[in-house]
Structure formats: structure tokens, C-alpha cells
């Protein structure tokens, strides 16, 4: 893999965003022991990253107290943790499997859908009891020495998530995976490897959850779904540390095979300092994916996200629609890149970002790119960023709603274009909630904004 490139200058310790365009460090014949010590040579090595974002910004961990930080471990328990069962209700799963800390603590599975031959287990289990799918996959997209955060995960992620679909299998319910913080000075280190084979068809759902709490906690996450041909998946993650004092640095990847399909919305809805970087691949012929996304920042916090549609074959089609919002003195940046590489010929795909200011103090940059490398492509791009409409307001107000009502209207309609693509009355009620709390903790900052301009 090429050297990361690094930004000259004062800042030149910052890491320039650019895909990971394949790259893996699984898949080779490394047992996990070996990936695990290469890792933590990776880790004793490097220094914490900083990413260079769009403009003048960077997004460091120069605040966090990486050394003062430790894994917790906890026993299994009869009851999830009341974070984790407030979102998830009373629906019942294909499948549920709980992390709490390092250590999972819940798992359950349709025993229709274990005799079916479908896996849910624990991530440290599946490297023992199913090697040979856990080699063949593991880290196979995803790198583990880029940064000192990537290389920790790598080196100490414990529990983890482990899912296979077997070939032909259509599941109806969802497979949902959660992973909490619950005590401050705990490191995280997560890591979900999903498996769709050929024709199999499923939904998988992945929290991240805290209640709040006062003092710093890091996730360091890592994610990788392969869909074989004809497979289709029904992807989302819900991000919401709530108000505690939370680092999250992670990576997903998902790779489309041929004619196969995945609908992929994360919701990122809250949590001190987030960095991510989604990446969908399209790696065989005919492939096809929709990638939509949900940011809401409030308070101080921080968010970062790199998402890149990548093409390495065609014909491909993709489309990519982020929204999001920002209040408070809270800063957002959203890069997004198409790329198409050499040869990916007949490949189709648009991106969009759009974004609503609702606060005089906080900061979105919107930066939309492609890198296109065939010519019988078509690949656009388009952003915008505005702000509420008083007009609309006004009219809405004159029909009786009061105006925080109006203001909550118009910022959920913003957004439903995305979340009523979900498919899923109970995750689509879970977001609108958590938007709702948002902005009724936000309303004076936002009558305030108003009244300004």
C-alpha cells in the first residue's frame, strides 16, 4: 500500500483523506496472532492521528488521554443494558448480540435460523469455532497500520460481532449488533465482520450507545460486510454517545459482489469527537448500491466523516445522499468521493450533501469530489447548505403551530426524504426520536439564530 500522504507545513503530521482502494491486511495466510503482533509493533510505533479536514480545519486527538484509558470487562447477564434496551423496544430479532465494554455480554439467535446454518457469535469465538470463513474474510479490506487508533483496534479488539447468511437464505427480521460504553476511562476496541453469501438476503442493524456519563471513553471501531453475488443487505448503523465525553475513530467497509445490492444509512447522532470513514465498493460486475446518511451535531462536538463510493468494475451503479445539521457551537465536515478506477467502464453513480445551519456558532463544510479514471462513466456531484426558511415558518405558524413546532417540522421533513428509505417502522421511529430530543435541547439556540439574521 502506497505511503499515506501528509499535509507540508505546519499541519504536516496531518493525514490527507484518500480510500483505502482495496488494501487489506487479511486474506493472505496470516493466522490472527500474527496480524495481532503486527499491530501492535504498528501501535508502540505511531504517533496519535490528526486528519487534515476541509479548509483550515483538522480533527486531532491532542485532548485525549489515550494512556489513562483501559478495557473493561464484564460477565453475562440476563438483562441488556438499559441504553441498549430503551432503543432497541420490545421488537423481536433474527438475531441480537450485545458488547458491553470488552466484553459481549448477550447473544441470541432464531434457533429457525441457526438450524438454517446462519451464525451470530461473538467475533473472538468465530476465529476458533469458524476459521476457515473468519480467514477467508477478516481484514481483508480493512488495514491495520495507517494510524496508532487503527492499529490498537487491530491489536486488542476482544468480543466483537460475528454474522454469516447462508447461501439462498432470505430473513426477514433484522439482525441487530450493539456495542455500549457505560464507565468513563474505558477503551473500547471493536471489531464486526458480516458475511452474505450468494442470493442471501437480510437486514443488519449496529448501535453504538452510552448513557451519559462525565469523563473521556473511546470506541475504536472497525466494520467489514461481503456480499457475494446476487446477495442483498439492508445496512444501517445508529451512532448516539449521548452527551458523554466519548472519542469515536472508526472505519467501515462493505464490498458488493456481482449483481448483488446493499442500502447502506448510517445515522450519526451524537458523540464528543467522531471520525469515520465509510467506504462501499463496488468490486464485481453489475453491483449496485444506495449510500445515505444522517448527521445531527449539537453542544462542542465534533464530527468528521470521509465517505467514498468507490467503482472497480462495471457496469455499476450507485447513488450517494448524506444530510445533515448542525447547532450550538458544534462543527461538521462531510467529504464524499467518487472513485472510479481504471477500467470500471459503464459505471453510473451521483453524490449529494446537504446540510442546515440552525446555530450562528456552528460550522458544516460540505466537500463533494470525484476521481474518475474511465471514460464511459457518468459521475456528478452536488452539495448545498442553508438555513431554516422564516417564510415557512411564518405560514406554518399562521396555521396554528407554535414555532418550535414549525421549526421541528421542517427540520424532520429535511430529513425523512433519508430515513423513510429505511424500510423500518421501529429504527425510523428511533431516529425521529432521537432528532426530536436534539432539537428541543437546541431551541433557544435556534430562536436565537433566527432572530439575529
Known sequence: MPEVQRKPGAAREAILN?????????GDGRTLDELRAIALEAYERL????????????????????????THH?????????????????????????????????????????????????????????????????????????????????????????????????????????YTIDEPGSSQYAHTLAIGDVSSEFRLREYDLAPDFDGQALHAGGFELYLEDNARCKLAHLQDWGAADIYDVSTA?????????????????????????????????????????????????????????????????????????????????????????????????????????????????????????ADDVSASHGGTVGELDEALIYYMQSRGLTRPQAVRVIVEGFFEPLIGQLEDERLEQLIRERIGVKLSAAAADIETYAMAR
Open 18 to 26: 484518500r480510500s483505502l482502494a482495496g488494501a487489506g491486511a487479511g
Open 47 to 70: 504517533e496519535a492521528p490528526t486528519w487534515r479536514r476541509s479548509g483550515f480545519w483538522t480533527t486531532t486527538l491532542r485532548d485525549l488521554d489515550l494512556e489513562a484509558l483501559q
Open 74 to 178: 464484564y460477565g453475562p447477564t440476563g438483562e441488556l443494558p438499559d441504553v441498549v434496551a430503551d432503543a432497541l423496544g420490545d421488537e423481536r430479532p433474527a438475531g441480537l448480540l450485545v458488547q458491553r465494554g470488552g466484553s459481549v455480554v448477550h447473544c441470541e439467535l432464531d434457533p429457525e435460523l441457526e438450524r438454517a446454518g446462519v451464525i451470530l457469535c461473538s467475533l473472538e469465538h468465530a476465529a476458533e469455532a469458524h476459521r476457515e470463513l473468519f480467514e477467508r474474510y477478516y481484514l481483508t479490506r480493512l488495514t491495520l497500520d495507517r494510524d496508532k487508533l487503527e492499529a490498537a483496534r487491530a491489536a486488542f479488539w476482544s468480543g466483537g460481532a460475528f454474522l454469516y447468511v447462508p447461501r439462498g437464505l432470505v430473513v426477514e427480521r433484522p439482525f441487530q449488533i450493539a
Open 253 to 373: 467497509v462493505v464490498r458488493v459482489g456481482r449483481d448483488a445490492y446493499c442500502h447502506w444509512l448510517p445515522s450519526l447522532l451524537g458523540g464528543h469527537l467522531t471520525r469515520q470513514h465509510y467506504e462501499l465498493a463496488i468490486a464485481e460486475p453489475g453491483g449496485d448500491m444506495a449510500f445515505r446518511g444522517i448527521f445531527f451535531t449539537e453542544r462542542d462536538e465534533h464530527l468528521d466523516v470521509f465517505a467514498v463510493d468507490r467503482h472497480e468494475t462495471g457496469p455499476s451503479d450507485g447513488d450517494v445522499h448524506w444530510r445533515g445539521a448542525a447547532t450550538g457551537e458544534s462543527r461538521s465536515s462531510f467529504e464524499g468521493l467518487i472513485e472510479i478506477v481504471p477500467g470500471a467502464q459503464r459505471s453510473h453513480t451521483y453524490l449529494q450533501i446537504h446540510s442546515m445551519m440552525l446555530s450562528p456558532r456552528a460550522k458544516i463544510d460540505a466537500i463533494p469530489s470525484v476521481l474518475v479514471s
